[in-house]
């Protein structure tokens, strides 16, 4: 049996050598631009609403993490914009009632499958 000096010649080139590489950009995580409002009455009894403005995010499955609070499965428009409740309340566990945010400064991020963003402030002001 013969074989082409060619075919022959590109089978062991194939076995010595290397692989080529295949270079895959990673996604970066998002980047926040700023909140609207960056600021809003603490209590329950005074729902307020926000918008983080960046890049990065996807079109589900984000997670804003405000202070303490985890606010899971978030949807972006475009990717540049996520609308959200401002959390009132730290969820209890078990047994242990729900804690009021009291008024201050908290850290906003977001959290997408490509990391978490830096990170805003918004302030809990007190109720009016």
Avoid: H
Avoid at 34 to 43: E, L
Wanted: cysteine-free; hydrophobic content about 40%; glycine content about 10%.
């Amino acid at each position: 049996m013969r074989f082409a000096p060619a075919i022959i010649f590109s089978e062991l080139l194939s076995l010595i050598a290397p692989a080529p590489q295949v270079s895959l950009a990673q996604a970066q995580p998002p980047e926040l631009i700023d909140i609207i409002p960056a600021s809003g009455p603490a209590g329950e009894a005074y729902p307020l609403q926000a918008t983080i403005r960046g890049t990065g995010f996807l079109p589900a499955g984000n997670m804003v993490e405000f202070g303490p609070v985890k606010i899971p499965d978030l949807r972006s428009a475009g990717g540049v914009r996520i609308t959200f409740y401002v959390p009132k309340l730290v969820p209890g566990r078990g047994e242990v009632p729900p804690l009021v945010l009291t008024e201050g400064d908290y850290r906003v991020t977001v959290t997408t499958s490509s990391g978490t963003s830096n990170a805003l402030m918004f302030r809990l002001t007190r109720s009016p």
